[in-house]
């Protein structure tokens, strides 16, 4: 064995690349790194660079003078800022314990293989893989015939279910809860209600924390559904990258929604700029903490995801 | 003798489970599906019916709304920019991951190979939004740092958000930029997935690392990449919204490069309020992306069984 590891060592030694080659791939890699990584860095500064600096030299990264008015500025508007926080947060926490229950569900449903209308549920949550019914009928029939618009369920109960949660979730049901141990429960007497909730839910704790992940990030990123539900007469229902997208012409959304009263004399040294940046900063450095000790549970759900049913 | 099914007290506690997503699809999937008839109509809402009863009362006009809506420039542009970038991402998103993360296996240093791999995920976890501010900042006329630093350089300043012939590229950077670190993780975890004693028996052989790609690593990542292709393929006729929506900030001038069936639907419903022309485009595409996925899987199920997706 031990002979074996090191011969097969040896041969991985011997067939690297040269050593030229290696620097010039990782020169690659390495630029196609910052490549990924600049924007945000460069977003920062800009959020820290003084209004004058901006004035004159235009985004730099080395802006001539820093300052930190843009997120004083945001202080002062923190009940517009802050609720469309609140709002942001509230959806992807929210959106994910219902998504994970709806999409779990299903998945488990459609793991037990005597279940009568099995066939039939999985063409239901097939069909609409191949085929949809557009974003103008989805529209009208999410604002005329189910009422949502402008209520926070238009922003969380469209995106909740997926097809593709459905089939990972199955698959993983299928592969590692052991038949035996549900058919053990069932001879104890379990209802599925309890196999469900006490059995199979807490030996899947990593498939759902993948799925769960897959689902927040996708809460936390979403201003579609607020353009499309959300009215401007209901502007404290914005979600942060609502808000984000609603600025870019000017930013009179912050101030005029805001109940402190702000001095004419602040209104005119306004750091629109950085402020627009800070609120980038805001919406991005959480995702940018957090992403990379997910990774590894992003890149399981794509390998599951490879599995076919 | 007929099969009777018995609906077990155990059937009925899994239908009961299932219930709130069936309802789901119910309402999210199927009900739309219904209302694609609205594109054959000239809806008006009634004032005092539902949606649904608006819906059926109001008049059949056959095949007008798609006449009007090819009676305008707009149907060609939308359907052109569609398929032509959907066509560049298609094989850019197959050729450049894989490339990349053949290269990124053959680094010496693991950990630098892990600390690029993480640092190119980055930008799919970050939304349009979020994106279109990043480029705002590189390309904004006067305060971009491109144009200070064609100022710098002594050149002429640029009207990026004015100038169409420069968008495709854009466009097509950016795409390839938010993909790269997603599409090279799926082909690297095939790759680690290759039976080393290949590479070695190769190596005893006399080959050349470059004939290891060829001829040990290409052929094996060939199903995943036959799959991922054909996938593609079935959504030619669906485009990223906020790649194409937000990134160009809605610049006028632009919107023969920029703007696709997604953006047109989206804009006919919301600003110039035409339920006629979006509802037409709208059909147009569904039905389009369904021929394509279902041929698509036709032809993967006729290559390899066991990859097609049904």
Not at chain 1, 5 to 22: D, E, H, K
Not at chain 1, 99 to 128: A, D
Not at chain 1, 180 to 191: C, T
Request: with cysteine.
């Amino acid at each position: 064995m031990a002979k074996d590891n090191l011969f097969s060592s040896g041969i991985t030694r011997f067939n690297r690349i040269s050593t030229p080659v290696n620097i010039l791939f990782s020169l690659i890699f390495i630029s196609l790194a910052l490549i990924a990584v600049i924007p945000v860095i460069f977003v920062i500064i800009i959020s820290f660079s003084s209004a004058e600096s901006i004035q004159r030299i235009g985004y730099s990264f080395f802006p001539q003078e820093w300052s930190i008015d843009a997120y004083v500025y945001l202080w002062n508007l923190r009940d517009v800022i802050g609720r469309s926080f609140l709002v942001s947060v509230g959806i992807t926490i929210v959106g994910t314990v219902i998504g994970l229950f709806l999409n779990s569900t299903m998945g488990y449903v459609l793991s037990r293989k005597n279940f009568v209308l099995r066939n039939f549920f999985t063409k239901l949550i097939f069909i609409p893989m191949l085929f949809s019914g557009g974003l103008v009928s989805s529209y009208l029939i999410n604002t005329q015939v189910l009422k949502l618009g402008n209520t926070y369920w238009a922003l969380i109960l469209p995106m909740a279910v997926s097809s593709f949660y459905i089939i990972v979730l199955r698959t993983f049901f299928q592969t590692t809860v052991p038949d035996s141990l549900i058919e053990s429960a069932k001879i104890d007497g379990a209802s599925q209600f309890t196999i469900y909730f006490k059995i199979v839910v807490p030996i899947s704790l990593p498939a759902l924390a993948t799925i769960g992940l897959f689902l927040s990030f996708a809460y936390w990123n979403s201003w579609f559904l607020a353009m499309l539900y959300i009215q401007s007469t209901h502007q404290h229902m914005y979600p942060l990258q609502y808000v984000l997208m609603s600025i870019e012409r000017n930013l009179q959304f912050l101030t005029q929604n805001s109940q402190f009263m702000i001095p004419e004399e602040a209104l005119r040294r306004l750091p629109a700029e950085s402020v627009r940046m800070a609120i980038v900063v805001i919406v991005v450095v959480p995702i940018t903490l957090a992403y990379p000790f997910f990774q590894k549970y992003f890149i399981s759900g794509l390998t599951i995801g490879a599995i076919k049913g | 003798m007929r099969r009777r099914y018995r609906f077990s007290k155990e059937d009925l506690e899994l239908l009961l489970i299932a219930l709130p997503t069936v309802v789901w699809y119910i309402l999210f999937c199927y009900l739309p599906m219904f209302g694609i008839i609205i594109a054959f109509k000239q809806f008006r809402p009634l004032p005092d019916a539902g949606f649904i009863m608006s819906l059926i009362k109001s008049e059949f006009v056959g095949f007008d709304n798609f006449k009007f809506l090819f009676a305008t420039p707009d149907a060609w542009i939308i359907f052109r920019n569609t398929l032509a970038y959907n066509a560049v991402f298609i094989v850019l998103d197959i050729v450049i991951p894989v490339a990349l993360a053949i290269m990124i296996s053959q680094l010496h240093s693991q950990k630098l190979a892990k600390v690029c791999q993480t640092a190119m995920f980055l930008p799919h976890f970050l939304s349009w939004v979020v994106v279109s501010y990043f480029v705002f900042a590189f390309l904004s006329v006067d305060k971009g740092l491109l144009n200070q630093l064609y100022k710098a350089l002594g050149w002429e300043s640029v009207e990026w958000y004015m100038q169409p012939r420069y968008w495709p590229y854009i466009l097509t950077f950016l795409h390839l930029w938010k993909g790269m670190g997603y599409g090279m993780v799926v082909y690297l975890a095939s790759i680690s997935g290759i039976d080393i004693s290949l590479y070695e028996a190769a190596l005893i052989d006399g080959s050349t690392k470059w004939q290891q790609v060829k001829y040990i690593t290409l052929p094996m990542l060939k199903p995943i990449i036959t799959i991922m292709f054909i996938l593609s393929i079935g959504h030619i006729f669906t485009t990223d919204f906020g790649l194409f929506y937000n990134i160009p900030r809605n610049s006028g001038p632009l919107i023969n490069v920029t703007q696709t069936i997604d953006v047109y639907v989206y804009k006919a419903l919301m600003g110039m309020n035409n339920i006629g022309f979006s509802s037409a485009a709208a059909f147009l595409q569904s039905i389009f992306g369904f021929i394509t996925i279902t041929t698509a899987n036709w032809i993967v199920r006729k290559i390899d069984p066991n990859s097609s997706l049904f």
